[in-house]
């Protein structure tokens, strides 16, 4: 009997796989992208990507290096045909191109595996390669696509079994399967966005040797990452993004991590802050020894013990990925623990759910705010009041007060500059990043709370919001809030903060007064140089 899910193969879109690509000269550029802009029109505030110029050369691996919302994956998503540049020219070995689809990118000789597979779970290895082939129905041998498989995978060591269904797979198995979906066509550029994200160390250690062995056939390969260690081991050149805009590009053998980090974070100016010297009061944050797992069971906060008073901020700096999402993630109960304690004003909370860490006096500003900080399909007025609807005045007897709720709702818009056409009708999924982000802070910090944990909390908004965003922290400070800041903006953590602490693979390295240190110093403690 035919597997019905089988005949989701109808719908392949790409040819079976071309010829394999014609020798390539050693540093022969295979693609390049010039003077690309990328914008989208009402969603932020800065251009995605301003005028990038990129390419890629056969037998080399080329290391596109920034921080989050820097632009990187916007730019792998241009060259791979899941978007479409708002100006700029691609070419592919030298001929301008127009890339309007992932099936134009292939028969170009570009293929890309993302950072969330894309594999239907349900189906086995080599059906989910087969999706994409146009001459594949349910008369197509599928044993001429598991032979296929088995052959790419001894050629470059991507151990996997073709009839094994995706779901009983690791997620380093799951990602030798996005390669091979995408090495069955033969491309000459090869993209990879943020590869090592779900892998074990010894897993990732594999897929190098993986990706040494393709450029060393002659192909190309782009390597997004926001990880300094793997672009120094890896890579043979290093682009750095900042902020939409290409700030160098070096060969690695050329520079250090202490430069890239710099590249990545920019000239921080401090501002002096107007804030006086608040009087800290209670411990309203502890962590003894905190130990907290990260993807697939590998370490990620390594016996983190630090404390938050009153009237203080504290701010987390480090390189995106070493383990600041974790931490934030446990401390609001939303991740679990392996070891260590958590207490929030002396309350031992570990192991406690993210509504008791809310109960407990904690307000929590998440770095995805899409996924974790709204519910995109509810109202906005919904989503203001997601925290407090089960609190008087707002709900008597499980009743709800739709006139206060609006009132108050209204309120918000107003006092945070959250533009929408109706408190009502106006869906979150809607709104813009920065008026998303500004309902979340609306919603989070109105009733002024004893502790705050801010995830990287002005991102995507504007110069006045951001502004506005500081003096309320500041406010907050002043009024005897615990504020535990994460941020990958240096001149936010200096202007914010009255300690810092740098976090470098899972650790603490040190704490410093804000006023006793500066940003080179800082810098270096976040490459992991040792000061």
Known sequence: MVNPLRKLLFRGSSRENGQR????????VLLRAEGIVK??????????????????????????????????????????????????????????????????????????????????????????????????????????VERRVRELSQRYGLEVDPRARVEDLSAGEQQRVEILKTLYYEPYVLILDEPTSVLAPQEAEQLFSIL??????????????????????????????????????????QTTKEELVRMMIGDVAITPTKRGRAKKGEVALELRDLHVLGAEGSPAVDGVSIQVRGGEILGIAGVAGNGQRELVEAITGMRGVEAGRILIFGEDMTGRSPRAFADQGVSHIPEERRRIGTAEGMSLAENLMMRDYRLPPFSKRGVLDRSLISQHAQRMVSEFGIMAPDLWDTEARILSGGNIQRLILARELWREPRLIIAAHPTYGLDLKAVQHTHELFSRLRGKGSAILLVSEDLEEIFAMSDRIAVMFRGKIVDVKGARETNPDEIGLMMAGSQI
Do not use: C
């Open 21 to 28: 690509p014609t020798k390539l000269e050693k540093g022969e």
């Open 39 to 144: 914008e989208f029109p009402g969603v932020w505030t800065h251009l995605i990507l301003d005028h990038v110029t990129f390419d890629v050369r056969a037998g080399e691996i080329h290391a596109l290096l920034g921080e989050n919302g820097a632009g990187k994956t916007v730019m792998a998503n241009i060259l791979s045909g899941f978007y479409m540049p708002s100006s700029g020219q691609i070419h592919v070995r030298g001929r301008q191109v127009s890339i309007n689809s992932p099936k134009d990118a292939l028969r170009l000789g570009i293929g890309m595996a993302h950072q969330e597979t894309t594999l239907v779970r349900p189906l086995t290895v080599a059906e989910n390669i087969a999706l994409g082939i146009s001459e594949f129905d349910l008369s197509y041998p599928l044993s001429k």
């Open 212 to 253: 040494r062995s393709m450029a060393a056939d002659g192909r190309g390969i782009v390597y997004i990452t926001h990880k300094l260690e793997e672009v120094m081991e890896l890579s043979d050149r290093v682009s750095v993004l900042r902020l939409g805009k290409l700030v160098a590009t070096k060969q690695t053998s």
